[in-house]
């Protein structure tokens, strides 16, 4: 792999473990890229179990531009990218290829909402959309 794409692993890790408000037992990345337009998301379950969304800083944002830029020069762009961290320093990513039809990045509900339900399942999560 690409030493430039792990030390943007290892960037994106970094920022969940010092930027997370509190103490967390996972914490994810969403992000969506198509062309120009971009949305970074955080959630994490905390400790108690209960499950939170974060704004991401700038930084984020741009590890995730920076790893599809990689990828698209490769050939391999993504549309969404899905970062996952334990806090025993787990990581797994996952990248889907194809966009969804009729959405746009950002909007309400939508993509967001089903990628809740897929990674995180049927929960509430504090702080997303006056959860």
Do not use: C
């Amino acid at each position: 792999m690409n030493s430039d794409i792990i030390a943007l692993y290892q960037k994106i890790g970094e920022f969940l473990d010092e930027n997370v408000a509190e103490e967390w037992q996972i914490a994810w990345v969403r992000s969506e890229i198509i062309d120009d337009v971009s949305k970074s998301e955080v959630y994490y379950k905390a400790a108690d179990g209960v499950f939170h969304y974060e704004a991401p800083s700038d930084d984020l944002a741009d590890a995730a531009i920076e790893l599809w830029e990689f990828s698209a020069e490769s050939g391999s762009k993504w549309f969404e990218m899905t970062y996952k961290l334990s806090n025993e320093g787990e990581m797994d990513v996952s990248f889907r290829y194809e966009e969804m039809p009729n959405a746009e990045i950002g909007e309400k509900g939508g993509r967001a909402q089903e990628w809740i339900y897929e990674n995180l399942g049927n929960v509430k999560v504090r702080g997303f959309r006056g959860q």
